[in-house]
Nanobody, 123 residues
Framework: GQLVESGGGLVQPGGSLKLSCVASGFPFKNYAMGWFRQAPGKERKFVAAITSLSRKTYYSDSAKGRFAISRDDAKNTLYLQMNDLNPDDADQYYC?????????????????WGQGTQVTVSS
């Protein structure tokens, strides 16, 4: 399977971005999906996840209240709406499908990683 992220860019503090992740080659609707972030040379950090059937959502503490994860199974697309961005949110953002059972905030439980999209927050 393949995942392709888009929607990153440069935004001013307080601004918003909506990331998209288009899936192909696997039954997207059957998988829990997640968004992670990573800085060069550092470990991937959990941002948000959404389950398949119930569409239950989970967020990191820093994302809670500002970000919203959603999915459109008809379009095989995962989204991350990011509001009230600040410079600490700047990173490469990745989407992935959960391929192992376990907690949704653990990157080793995911596979089919996309290539990432860069988010930069600066005035």
């Amino acid at each position: 399977g393949q995942l392709v992220e888009s929607g990153g860019g440069l935004v001013q503090p307080g601004g918003s971005l909506k990331l998209s992740c288009v899936a192909s080659g696997f039954p997207f609707k059957n998988y829990a999906m997640g968004w992670f972030r990573q800085a060069p040379g550092k470990e991937r950090k959990f941002v948000a996840a959404i389950t398949s059937l119930s569409r239950k959502t989970y967020y990191s503490d820093s994302a809670k209240g500002r970000f919203a994860i959603s999915r459109d199974d008809a379009k095989n697309t995962l989204y991350l709406q990011m509001n009230d961005l600040n410079p600490d949110d700047a990173d490469q953002y990745y989407c992935a499908a959960q391929t192992r059972t376990g907690t949704l905030d653990y990157p080793d439980n995911y596979g089919n990683w996309g290539q990432g999209t860069q988010v930069t927050v600066s005035s």
